[in-house]
C-alpha cells in the first residue's frame, strides 16, 4: 500500500496541556488530592495538586517545544501541484488545491484530490492505495456508471493515487476530508506498523503496569494488616504506584527524538516520522542507485555516435528531437541531450508532436512520432540498447539502413561494454516501427563521481554500514562505479538472474553480492526483502517512480527533495541534497538519540523498582510509613528534572560505532541489578536510621528522603556511560541540573517552613555525614557492577560472534 502522507494536523496547545492531566497515573494523583479534600488535609491536597500542575507544565514545555520544531521541519517538505487558474500555470501547495482548480499531472505526481479526467495521454495510475491492486490502472476521460467501483472509475482520479506514467489534465470535485481518501486516512494511520523500538516500549510499559499493581496492592494490604490509618495507606500507596512509573517517558522519548531531529536538519537531513529516528541508527546495509548520490547528479552528453562509434551530429538531432517533445516525465539525460544540442548549434523550430508513447518501466524506451520541417513524419525510439535492439532489423551504415545481423550485434554490444567500463551510460536510439525499427546510433552520458564520496562510504563501512548498488543501469556501468567508490570486488547481480532465483535462494546469495545490475523495478523491492531475510537491518535510497515499493519495504525509506512525489512521500526520511556523508551523520544522530533515549529508560526503571522494592520491605519493617505520600511526590519531581535534560547528553564514541536493537531482557535485566543494588544501600540506610542512631520518624523520613534523592542523581551519573564515569563528560545541563537537585535536597531539612511543609526536620552533622559515606559507597559499588556487566556482556557477544547472521554491526544492547 502507498503511504500517503496525511494533511498535518498538529495538535494545538491546549489540547497539548490538557493531554498531559489525561494520564491515569496523574487522574490518580487528582483524585488523591480530592480525597484529602474530603479528609480536610488542605496541605496534603494543596500540595498533591502543585506537584501535578509541576510535572504537567514540564511535560507540556517539552512536548510542545517538540512538536514546535517537527513542524517547523516539516514546513520545509511542502509539495507543490501544478495548476491551471485563469488560464495560467502555476505551482501551488498541495493543501492550496481547491474544488474547480484544474491540476496538470505527470509521472511521479500523486493526485492531490478526486476529480473527472479531461484529457490524458497513456495514462497509468496506481491506485494500490485505494484498491490494494498492485498493478497500475489505464486512465482516459468518460463516464462511469453510478455504482461502479474504484477500479472501474476510468474517468476519474482519486486522492493519494499517484501517476505511473503518462500525462493529464483534472478537474478537482473535492479535496481533503470529502474525498474518498479522506474518509479512510484515519484509518491507514491508525494501521501504521511500529518501530521495533515503539512495540518493546509498549511492552515494557505493560510489565511495569503489571509490577505496579502488584506492590501495591500488597502494600495497602501489608498496611491495613497491621492497623495503620486507611487514609494514610491510600495516599501512600497513590504516591507509590506514580513514584514506580516513570510517567514523563512519553515526553522524554518525544524530547529525545525531536532534539534527534533538529540536529539532523542541521546536516540537511529531514525526519517524516520521529520513530524512523532509531530504524535509522539501526541499519547495517545502505541501498542506493548511482545517480546523484554516488555521482554528482550533473548528467552531460558526452557523445553521440552511430553503430560503428563515430561521432554523428545526425543522431544528437534525432535525440534532440525526441528529447524537446515528450512531456510524460522530467528526465535529466533529456535535458544532457537538449544542453548539447544547444552548444551544437542544432535548431529545434518547426517541429510538431503526432503521438508519444511515454517511458515504459517493462520495456525501457519511449518514442515520440515527429513532424519535422520538410520532412516525413518520423517515429523515434530511446532507450536501454537490448530494448531498442529487439526492435530493430537494420542499422543505420554509411547514410544507408544495413541488415542488422548476428555480426553486426555483437560488435554493438561489444562498443557498448568497453565504453560501459569507462563509467559511460549509453542509450540507443532508433527510428521506425517496433520490430522494423532502424537503428540510428548511441547516446554516451557520463556523470562523474562525487568529490570525497570514497571517504563518505568508507566513513559508512566504519559505523558497520555495508553500501550495495541497486540499479537500472549496465553491469560494466555499476561495476566500474562500485571499484572507483571502493566497494569490495565481487561479481554483479543482474535482474535476468534475479527473474531466475526464488525469494529463499536471492536471500542466500544476497548478503555477499555489493552490485545489483540491470533490475527491474519490481525487483528493488524483492532485493530489499531478501536482505532482512538474511538478516539485516536495511535502508533504502530512492527518487524514482519506481522507488516507492522499495522504499516502503525497506526498514528506513530514504529520498531527496528533490524527487517525485511518490518517492519522497513513501519515505521516513528526506535528504536536503542526495549526499551519502549526510545520511552517514544521519545515522550517527539516530543512534545518539536512541542511546539517549536507552539511558532514561534504563536508569529510571532501575531506580524505580529499587525504590518499590525498598518501599513495600519497609511497609513491613517499619512500624510507620517510611516516606510520606507527599514527600514520595517530591522525591519523583524532582529527580524528573534532571533526567529530562538526558535529551542533550553526550554519547561516548564507542556507543556511536554499531547499531543498537531494543531487547525488553537486557532492559529488565538491567533494571533487577541496578535496582537491587539501590535496594541493599536502601536496607543498610534503614539499618543505620533505625538500629545505630535510633532515629524517629521524622529523622528517618526525611534522612532516607535525601539519601533516596542523592543515590538517584549518583545512578543518572555512573550510568548514563559504559565508561568509568569520570571519564565521560555528561552535557552542561544535565551536570548543573543534577547539582542544582543535590544542593536543593540537602538544603531542604534546613528550610525553616518548607521544611514544616514538608515533614521534614533537620539532620544532625554526624548523620548528614554518614549519609554520604554510604552514597559515596553506592556509587563505588554501582560503578563495578557497570564494569562487570559489560565484561560479561562482551565475552558474550564474542562468543557468539562467529554464529551470527547479521554482518556490518554487532546490532546488540549492552548497558
Excluded at 504516591?239 to 518525544?254: D, E, G, K, W
Excluded at 546523484?292 to 538531432?317: F, K, N, P, Y
Aim: charged fraction near 20%.
Amino acid at each position: 500500500m502507498i503511504a500517503h502522507p496525511a494533511r498535518a494536523r498538529d495538535r494545538s496547545a491546549l489540547h497539548l496541556l490538557a493531554a498531559q492531566f489525561a494520564t491515569p497515573l496523574v487522574l490518580i494523583l487528582v483524585f488523591a488530592a480530592l480525597f484529602s479534600l474530603f479528609v480536610r488535609e488542605w496541605v496534603d491536597a494543596a500540595i498533591i495538586l502543585a506537584i501535578v500542575l509541576g510535572s504537567g507544565l514540564l511535560g507540556f514545555s517539552q512536548e510542545h517545544r517538540a512538536s514546535q520544531a517537527i513542524a517547523q521541519l516539516r514546513s520545509q517538505l511542502v509539495r507543490k501541484v501544478a495548476v491551471l487558474r485563469d488560464g495560467v500555470t502555476a505551482e501551488v501547495a498541495f493543501d492550496a488545491v481547491v474544488p474547480g482548480d484544474v491540476v496538470l499531472l505527470k509521472a511521479g505526481d500523486i493526485v492531490p484530490g478526486d476529480g473527472a479526467l479531461l484529457n490524458a495521454t497513456s495514462l497509468l495510475v496506481d491506485e494500490a492505495v485505494l484498491t490494494g491492486e498492485a498493478f497500475p490502472v489505464e486512465k482516459q476521460p468518460g463516464c462511469s456508471p453510478e455504482q461502479a467501483s474504484v477500479s472501474q472509475r476510468t474517468g476519474a482520479l482519486f486522492e493519494g493515487t499517484s501517476v505511473r506514467s503518462g500525462s493529464a489534465r483534472m478537474l478537482v470535485v473535492r479535496t481533503g476530508s470529502d474525498t474518498l481518501f479522506g474518509a479512510i486516512e484515519q484509518d491507514l494511520q491508525k494501521a501504521e506498523e511500529q518501530t521495533e523500538f515503539a512495540r518493546g516500549l509498549d511492552q515494557f510499559g505493560r510489565m511495569l503496569m503489571r509490577v505496579m499493581l502488584v506492590v501495591v496492592s500488597l502494600v495497602i494490604a501489608t498496611s491495613l494488616l497491621l492497623g495503620r490509618d486507611l487514609v494514610d495507606s491510600l495516599l501512600f500507596a497513590v504516591a507509590l504506584a506514580v513514584a514506580i512509573s516513570p510517567q514523563l517517558l512519553p515526553a522524554i522519548v518525544t524530547v529525545t527524538l525531536a532534539a534527534g531531529a533538529r540536529r539532523m536538519a542541521e546536516h540537511g537531513v529531514i525526519v517524516r516520522r520521529l520513530q524512523a529516528i532509531e530504524n535509522l541508527g539501526g541499519i547495517d546495509v545502505l541501498c542506493t542507485d548511482k545517480t546523484g548520490t554516488l555521482t554528482r547528479g550533473a548528467i552531460a552528453l558526452s557523445a553521440s555516435v552511430d553503430a560503428q562509434g563515430q561521432a554523428d551530429d545526425a543522431v544528437l538531432r534525432l535525440a534532440a528531437v525526441n528529447a524537446a517533445l515528450q512531456t510524460s516525465m522530467d528526465s535529466p539525460l533529456d535535458q544532457a541531450v537538449q544542453s548539447a544540442a544547444k552548444a551544437a548549434g542544432i535548431a529545434l523550430t518547426g517541429l510538431e508532436k503526432l503521438a508519444e508513447e511515454p517511458y515504459d518501466f517493462a520495456a525501457r524506451r519511449f518514442s515520440v512520432t515527429a513532424q519535422m520541417p520538410g520532412l516525413a513524419p518520423v517515429r523515434i525510439t530511446k532507450g536501454a540498447l537490448r530494448e531498442v535492439l529487439r526492435t530493430c532489423s537494420t542499422l543505420r551504415q554509411d547514410g544507408s539502413a544495413s541488415p542488422l545481423d548476428t555480426t553486426a550485434q555483437q560488435q554493438i554490444e561489444a562498443l557498448v561494454e568497453a565504453r560501459a567500463a569507462e563509467g559511460f551510460r549509453v542509450l540507443a536510439l532508433a527510428t521506425g516501427a517496433d520490430g522494423q525499427a532502424c537503428l540510428e546510433g548511441l547516446l554516451l552520458f557520463f556523470d562523474p563521481p562525487k568529490p570525497g564520496i570514497e571517504q563518505a562510504v568508507a566513513s559508512l563501512a566504519d559505523s558497520g554500514i555495508s553500501t550495495r548498488i541497486i540499479s537500472g543501469d549496465n553491469r560494466h556501468v555499476c561495476q566500474h562505479m562500485a571499484q572507483v567508490i571502493g566497494l569490495p570486488p565481487g561479481e554483479a547481480l543482474t535482474g535476468e538472474v534475479i527473474a531466475g532465483l526464488d525469494d529463499a535462494e536471492l536471500a542466500r546469495r544476497v548478503p555477499a553480492i555489493h552490485v545489483f545490475a540491470e533490475v527491474e523495478p519490481q525487483q528493488k523491492e524483492r532485493i530489499v526483502r531478501a536482505l532482512q531475510h538474511a538478516g539485516h537491518a536495511v535502508g533504502y535510497m530512492g527518487d524514482g517512480i519506481n522507488d516507492a515499493p522499495a522504499l516502503r519495504a525497506a526498514d528506513v525509506g530514504i529520498s531527496v527533495d528533490s524527487a517525485v512525489d511518490v518517492a519522497r512521500e513513501s519515505a521516513d526520511i528526506v535528504l536536503l541534497r542526495p549526499d551519502l556523508g549526510a545520511i552517514g551523520q544521519g545515522v550517527l544522530d539516530g543512534r545518539r538519540t536512541f542511546a539517549n533515549t536507552l539511558k532514561y529508560i534504563a536508569i529510571t526503571t532501575s531506580a524505580n523498582f529499587g525504590n518499590m522494592v525498598s518501599m513495600a520491605l519497609a511497609t513491613v519493617l517499619l512500624p510507620f510509613l517510611p516516606l510520606l505520600p507527599i514527600q514520595i511526590l517530591l522525591n519523583n519531581f524532582l529527580s524528573d528534572l534532571p533526567a529530562v535534560t538526558i535529551a542533550g547528553d553526550r554519547v561516548d564514541e564507542e556507543r556511536l560505532a554499531h547499531a543498537e536493537r531494543w531487547d525488553i531482557a537486557l532492559v529488565r535485566g538491567f533494571m533487577i541489578v541496578f535496582g537491587l543494588i539501590s535496594t541493599a544501600f536502601d536496607l543498610a540506610t534503614f539499618a543505620l536510621l533505625r538500629l545505630v542512631i535510633q532515629a524517629d520518624a521524622a529523622t528517618f523520613r526525611t534522612s532516607w528522603f535525601v539519601i533516596s534523592l542523592l543515590t538517584e542523581l549518583v545512578a543518572l551519573m555512573v550510568l548514563r556511560t559504559r565508561r568509568p564515569c569520570w571519564r565521560s563528560r555528561p552535557a552542561p545541563l544535565l551536570l548543573w541540573s543534577s547539582l542544582f537537585v543535590a544542593g536543593l535536597a540537602i538544603a531542604l531539612p534546613y528550610s525553616g517552613e518548607l521544611a514544616t511543609l514538608f515533614a521534614f526536620v533537620p539532620i544532625a552533622p554526624g548523620l548528614l555525614g554518614a549519609m554520604v559515606l554510604l552514597v559515596a559507597g553506592y556509587a563505588v559499588v554501582t560503578e563495578l557492577a557497570k564494569h562487570v556487566r559489560r565484561q560479561r556482556a562482551g565475552q558474550a557477544i564474542a562468543a557468539g560472534t562467529s554464529g551470527r547472521t547479521r554482518t556490518g554491526t554487532s546490532g546488540e544492547t549492552r548497558f
